[in-house]
């Protein structure tokens, strides 16, 4: 469990995703392995069409058409070697020079499953190749990894900007201690300035939860900025990531309070959808 595996495609976001990818790496001195996972479901493998023709067909029909499969499949793999490529050189701007290059032919999601033991974090963009014509909706990846895959995933934007201070979306549930505590362990927010912010009422118990995670963090070195806002939880939390310049959210996968709804309801969504920083998403 110690790599940065950075999913490439071919969709606007791959550029960023390396970015940030290569930023996370070198601030955990994690090694950085570039993915690119050619799914089935788009570029199909060769495939028996004997009974995909009606009567009448000449054989000649068959082998053209297996051979056009199988010449579609090849270039798709081509494609994605040039991404590969592309992505290297793209990182070398960020001093990383051996960076890994993996491609894989099958589901996305199996695929990313299979790889968890050897995966720190997993960077991925906000919307795949297929989802660029989509606007402002997310990628329909993007659920169903963070569900299955148990490590953390930064949700990457279409333009990169280093981070230089976070957000802790904290609601006192033992979820998001747990990514308190995360975030004060880990070298990668080693140095920058952390707003934990709660959303609801102004009361002595959360006053006294986001205590504990003021005092968790400075414990560790940190600058903590805390507040309660209120409000609806993407609402509250976009504006204050507006007000303070936040240039990266993080979350809990799932919590207790209404950031429960959060991947399993509609609030994950607008969140990643609305904001315009990269979201961590801590299991």
Known sequence: MTKVFACIDGSTAA??????????AKR???PLVLLHVLSDETHPTGQNLSGNIGFGSRESLLNELAALDERRNKLALEQGRHMLEDAHEHVAGH????AEQ???????????????????????GKR????????RQIGGHIESVVRSVHRPVLIATAQYVEPKRILIAFDGSPTTRTCVEMVARSPLFSGLPCHV???GADD???QTQLKWAQETLQS????????????????????YREAHDIDLIVMGAYGHSRIRQFLVGSTTTNVVRDATVPVLLLR
């Not at 550029?15 to 996370?24: E, F, I, K, L, T």
């Open 128 to 135: 795949g190749e297929e989802g660029d014509s989509l606007g």
């Open 102 to 124: 993996r491609q894989r032919h099958g589901d996305f999601l199996d695929t990313l499953i299979g790889l968890q033991d050897e995966t720190r974090l997993l960077v991925m």
């Open 197 to 199: 912010v709660m959303i």
């Open 95 to 98: 001093g990383i020079t051996d």
């Open 220 to 239: 560790a070195g940190f600058e903590v900025h805390t507040a309660i806002e209120a409000g609806s939880v993407e609402e509250a939390l976009c504006s």
């Open 28 to 30: 955990m001195a994690a």
């Open 204 to 206: 002595a118990e959360h």
């Open 15 to 24: 550029p960023a995703v390396c970015d940030y990818a290569a930023w996370s």
